[in-house]
């Protein structure tokens, strides 16, 4: 009906909340090319590198049309122009305004579709976001309480688990945790059994599993928040 597709989708979120990971079951499930390349990977010691294969990922990806392009941790090559004068700093620029190139010089209605990830939408430079380049936002949230659940059901399915394990009391335990916390407080878990010589997994080791993994990694999660971090 004559509307614009969206050029580039990007997946925006706090770390661990499953933007690689829903990049990655996007690639399983479609029959396009799928290409994936980490933004760090773009920042290269020689100037004009970080551009080239900028250029040549968008050429493979017409080549091997229908194609999806995925720049997971857009944020090391595009974060807000800021002027400190280093060669470094200026080589990255040259590399996000190779890709701001790139994404204008394509059509929206081809077999080119391109996906991006941060954890660091603030930081972004707005270049990136005006519409015509990256202009539909998906946001992965932290996980409510149900799909805490789910995640610890996903994560705990191939552990031997004793009764006295509840994951809807586990799901109540974890308030503001991500998917990636779930998975690393389930793995704790199991090394404590293993540790202790049990032959299944009890609620005894997920309550000092969930200190654990909480008292570190959470407090990361938290910081950013407070910092005032604004996901979209
Ligand atoms: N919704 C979820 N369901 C199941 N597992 C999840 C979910 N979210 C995260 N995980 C687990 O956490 C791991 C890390 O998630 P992932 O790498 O996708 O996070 P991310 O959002 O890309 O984080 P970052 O911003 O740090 O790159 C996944 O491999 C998976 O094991
Ligand atoms: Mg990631």
Do not use: W
């Not at 999806?68 to 807000?80: G, K, P, Q, S």
């Not at 040259?94 to 701001?100: P, V, Y």
């Not at 309550?207 to 909480?214: E, F, T």
């Amino acid at each position: 009906i004559g509307v614009e597709p969206p050029k580039g989708i990007l997946l925006t979120g706090l770390p661990g909340t499953g933007k690689t990971l829903l990049a990655k079951a996007v690639a399983k499930r479609t029959s396009a090319t799928f290409i994936r390349i980490v933004g760090s990977e773009l920042v290269q010691k020689y100037i004009g590198e970080g551009a080239r294969i900028v250029r040549e990922l968008f050429l493979l990806a017409k080549e091997k049309a229908p194609s999806i392009l995925f720049i997971d941790e857009l944020d090391a090559i595009a974060a807000r122009r800021v002027e400190d004068g280093t060669s470094g700093e200026r080589e990255v620029q040259r590399t996000m305004l190779q890709l701001l190139a790139e994404i204008d010089g394509f059509n929206p209605r081809g077999n080119v579709r391109i996906l991006a990830a941060t954890n660091r939408p603030d930081i972004l430079d707005a270049a990136l976001l005006r519409p015509g380049r990256f202009d539909r936002i998906i946001e992965t949230p932290l996980p409510d309480v149900d799909a805490r659940k789910e995640i610890f059901g996903i994560h705990t399915s191939k552990m031997k688990l004793k009764k006295n394990v509840n994951l809807e009391n586990l799901a109540a335990l974890t308030e503001s945790t991500s998917g990636a916390d779930i998975r690393a407080i389930a793995t704790e878990a199991g090394m404590l059994a293993v540790k202790e010589n049990k032959k299944a997994i009890g609620m005894e080791e997920f309550d000092v599993a969930i200190k654990k993994v909480l008292g570190a990694e959470h407090r990361n999660c938290v910081n950013l928040k407070e910092q005032g971090v604004m996901f979209a």
